[in-house]
């Protein structure tokens, strides 16, 4: 499903898709996914609610695109060390779940996902097709480094990561703390290093 599409006729004013996003930002925290309603979203953006179905068809579109809005991966640096490097995308994992806004929106919002997989699809394309890019690049200089023999499986380490992160943040409720992505770069080196030795 391609991004919502203006109708013909008046260009979109930006000034509106901002105060769109912004209101949604903000109820999603105060009151939760769950009981985000597009009226809620109208009356907070002083804006009628024809001017949000224009832009979006759904709740899970509306939230979607306020939490894809400006967040585009970029390039991990070379720390010089697979645990460095793994323990760098980790941290960009637990911020981007930190923030208030994800916190609040990700548990509803990957329910709805099951039911539109058009919307399913994008959420796969912004955020973990380009995370998975991060991935395939820190293990590619692992093993140009000589850090490691063979290339793993990106889909694998970036699951450990990813899972570990949700699991603390959503299942366990936990705060992050400074140490906890170098623990999880060091669990998952260590799982790369047991996968390598079981593929002999």
Do not use: C, N
């Not at 009151?31 to 024809?50: E, I, N, Q, S």
């Not at 585009?72 to 994992?93: E, M």
């Not at 058009?118 to 093993?143: H, P």
């Amino acid at each position: 499903m391609e991004p919502s599409k203006q109708p013909p006729g008046r260009p979109r004013d930006a000034r509106v898709d901002d105060a769109i996003r912004d209101a949604v930002r903000e109820l999603v925290t105060e009151v939760g996914y769950a009981a985000l309603t597009m009226d809620a979203v109208a009356a907070r953006a002083h804006v009628g609610k024809a001017a949000i179905y224009r832009r979006h068809a759904s709740r899970g579109e509306l939230v979607f695109s306020a939490l894809v809005h400006g967040r585009q991966p970029k390039p991990l640096p070379d720390t010089g060390t697979l645990l460095g490097d793994l323990a760098g995308f980790a941290g960009v994992v637990l911020a981007v779940f930190s923030d208030p806004v994800v916190l609040a929106a990700t548990p509803g919002l990957l329910a709805d996902l099951k039911q539109q997989p058009e919307i399913a699809a994008r959420f796969q394309e912004a955020f973990i097709a380009g995370e998975r890019v991060q991935v395939v690049a820190l293990l590619e200089r692992a093993v140009a480094r000589g850090e490691l023999g063979t290339l793993p499986d990106a889909a694998t380490v970036h699951a450990a990561v990813l899972g570990t992160v949700f699991a603390w943040v959503f299942l366990l409720a936990q705060p992050p703390t400074p140490q906890l992505a170098p623990r999880i770069a060091s669990m998952v080196a260590a799982g790369i290093a047991e996968w390598a030795h079981d593929d002999r």
